[in-house]
Nanobody, 124 residues
Framework: QVQLVESGGGLVQAGGSLRLACVAS????????MGWFRRAPGKEREFVAA????????EYADSVKGRFTISRDNAKNTVWLQMNSLKPEDTAVYYC?????????????????WGQGTQVTVSL
């Protein structure tokens, strides 16, 4: 069982940066690929980024490529999402998720563990 707790959300002006963190409990963190999703008001949950168990490969949604970076430290049971050049359309609740399989990272059904979410609001 893995429990995930996100932090680092907040209010930022367009063009600014935020760094989200997700800390996992348990000893199996390194066994799971990890992902970040987001849900904006009135919209479906959307894939943002994912990273493999070892951190050797990453995957991004087209909407965040070149602006967001996902990383992890298995010794710290932590995965981060560095968000730069933020836009108002990035406003959403951001969720950290732990995968149950090593592929299909953009699909929510791949993930068996979810955090409670952290709000990111980007103003003009």
């Amino acid at each position: 069982q893995v429990q995930l707790v996100e932090s680092g959300g907040g209010l930022v002006q367009a063009g600014g940066s935020l760094r989200l963190a997700c800390v996992a409990s348990g000893r199996t963190f390194s066994s799971h690929a990890m992902g970040w999703f987001r849900r904006a008001p009135g919209k479906e949950r959307e894939f943002v980024a994912a990273i493999t168990r070892s951190g050797d490969k990453t995957e991004y949604a087209d909407s965040v490529k070149g602006r967001f970076t996902i990383s992890r430290d298995n010794a710290k049971n932590t995965v981060w999402l560095q968000m730069n050049s933020l836009k108002p359309e990035d406003t959403a609740v951001y969720y950290c998720a732990g995968a149950r399989s090593p592929s299909g990272f953009s699909s929510p059904s791949t993930y068996g563990y979810w955090g409670q979410g952290t709000q990111v609001t980007v103003s003009l």
